[in-house]
């Protein structure tokens, strides 16, 4: 049984993991107000605290986003799910605005798939 509470949208976006030593590309597989699922061939183990940073199309900075390894797994394709911590209102609210725009485009490409 899924736990998730908020609904997450597929996408590929690019951010970056920052560590003590520098930081690493990640991409996105699907992203919600709660948390994200990345693409790394290098994932931490559950229970790490991360720093996450993304631009969304309406920040003029990077959105910088403190979370927690919840899973993490080598095969098939290396990933790990990342959930938020410690994020104040501005930032949910950030990523409310996010994953609405997300759903959007996507309804809007599925009514031009549809003429």
């Known amino acids: 049984m899924d736990a998730r509470t908020c609904r997450r949208m597929p996408?590929?976006?690019?951010?970056?993991?920052?560590?003590?030593?520098g930081s690493s590309c990640v991409y996105t597989f699907d992203i919600?107000?709660?948390?994200?699922?990345?693409?790394?061939?290098?994932?931490f183990p559950v229970g790490q605290v991360v720093t996450l940073q993304f631009f969304t199309?309406?920040?003029?900075?990077?959105?910088?986003?403190?979370?927690e390894v919840v899973w993490s797994c080598l095969?098939?394709?290396g990933g790990m799910g990342l959930k938020f911590i410690n994020i104040d209102e501005e930032r949910k609210e950030i990523l409310r605005e996010f994953a609405r725009l997300l759903r959007q485009q996507k309804e809007e490409a599925g009514d031009q798939s549809r003429e």
Do not use: M
């Not at 996408?11 to 030593?21: A, F, R």
């Not at 107000?33 to 061939?41: A, F, I, L, Q, R």
């Open 11 to 21: 996408v590929k976006v690019g951010c970056w993991l920052v560590e003590l030593g």
């Open 32 to 43: 919600s107000e709660k948390g994200v699922s990345v693409v790394t061939e290098d994932p």
């Open 57 to 67: 199309p309406h920040s003029a900075t990077a959105v910088t986003l403190e979370a």
């Open 75 to 77: 095969e098939p394709e």
